[in-house]
């Protein structure tokens, strides 16, 4: 099912690819002042901080066209401590350093966390996270 891209006229980064896959966004919504943490590279302004899965690790999927986020430092920290555990190089596509910021209805849309407190979070076109983050934390290399 094509879902409308357009929420009060905003068009979403990557919205080509998440077109051409005929992705679900139903149960994505603009969401208010929402606490975010993130997997980051050791400079906040490094241009491989916020992009998607798709990009980094070559997935091409739905959800890897989002850039994945947790509720908390500790969520973050573990699950990339669970997924470097076998793959000792991948920090080095996914980020060594922990970010925190605050989401907010004019950068997107995210869908509800899952037990591991991750969430995927679409960004409009022109939004860019890296003034709203901050590094907080070294977490792996």
């Known amino acids: 099912m094509y879902y409308c891209f357009q929420i009060e006229k905003m068009s979403l980064k990557h919205e080509i690819d998440i077109k051409r896959l005929s992705c679900d966004l139903n149960k994505y919504v603009e969401r208010?002042?929402?606490?975010?943490?993130?997997?980051?590279?050791?400079?906040?302004?490094?241009?491989a901080n916020f992009v998607p899965r798709a990009i980094a690790v070559g997935r091409d999927e739905c959800g890897s066209w989002a850039l994945s986020f947790y509720e908390t430092e500790e969520q973050a920290k573990q699950r990339m401590k669970d997924l470097l555990g076998n793959k000792s190089q991948l920090y080095k596509k996914l980020g060594t350093h922990i970010a925190n910021g605050q989401l907010e209805?004019?950068?997107?849309?995210?869908?509800?966390?899952?037990?591991?407190?991750?969430?995927?979070?679409?960004?409009?076109?022109?939004?860019?996270?890296?003034?709203?983050?901050?590094?907080i934390g070294y977490s792996y290399k």
Request: with cysteine.
């Open 32 to 47: 208010h002042n929402r606490t975010a943490y993130c997997w980051v590279f050791e400079e906040i302004s490094n241009k």
């Open 105 to 135: 209805k004019k950068d997107g849309i995210s869908d509800d966390s899952n037990l591991l407190g991750h969430f995927n979070h679409f960004e409009y076109d022109g939004v860019d996270l890296k003034e709203k983050f901050i590094i």
